[in-house]
């Protein structure tokens, strides 16, 4: 009888009489590790390490489409439905990518960006190559702009269109996290303490405004290693979230700051 029930749930339509088709629920087979609301809060993305992306319809809580084609975990995704467009990183240093999705259709990805590689010539002989994995990615409000961070310095601008990163916007700290104001004026992103330039500060957010990217301001944070960054409602307000050791034991404290 409950399987009956899944079977019969109305088709969700969004914009251009284009349907998104309820399937019946699995959810993730292992944990989640990323996940994003759509702008008008109807949709939620999410990734796990079963190397999946799925979308859920969050008022009634339950999974409309699931997409396929990554072979490592999911390190970031986010969402745009207005232009029909999900994006998903996933990789480590034996390969990285970034897929692009058309929300509508529950095929394979056509659109793949890789990451960015680095090559080592060892001493012993022979050249190594490794990937710089992907921590983090936002997508722009037109749906079209790309950001993310690799697992080096500066922050990766293209466009989904893009096989590679076309320009850089400067950071002393491997980015942990990259976010859109809601109203879309405003990018910033923040790091960690692990791999930042020499005599670098991890201890801080930047913002750009968008879509000039001129840098606006670098808000001093009390503690390096930055998880999260959110902005209110308005887009002036800012909560960071920082994960700071303590020297006592091999435990960590969270520490949250407020930005106005």
Known sequence: MKLWLL????????????????????????????????????????????QAIKLWDVR???????????????????????????????????????????VFKDDKSDKRIKGGTSYLNAFIGGDWEWSFEINALALAPNGKDLFW??????????????????????????????VFSPNGEFLAAGGGEVKKKVNGNSNEIRLWKYPSLEPLVTLETPYPNINQINFDGTGRDIVV??????????????????YK
């Open 7 to 50: 079977l019969f749930i109305p088709v969700i339509t969004y914009g251009q009489k284009r349907k998104l088709e309820v399937v019946v629920q699995k959810g993730h087979s292992a944990s989640v590790t990323s996940m994003k609301f759509s702008e008008d809060g109807r949709f939620l993305v999410t990734g796990g390490n079963d």
């Open 60 to 102: 009634s809580g339950r999974e409309i489409r699931t997409f396929s084609g990554h072979d490592e975990p999911i390190t970031d995704v986010d969402i745009n439905i207005k232009e029909g467009v999900i994006i998903s990183a996933a990789g480590n240093a034996t390969g990285s990518e970034i897929l692009v999705w058309d």
């Open 149 to 178: 961070g690799e697992d080096h310095l500066g922050v990766q601008v293209g466009k989904i269109t893009d096989n590679r990163g076309k320009d850089l916007l400067d950071t002393d700290w491997i980015p942990n996290v990259i």
């Open 241 to 258: 979230l920082n994960t700071q050791e303590t020297d006592s034991s091999s435990l960590f404290r969270n520490n949250i700051s407020l």
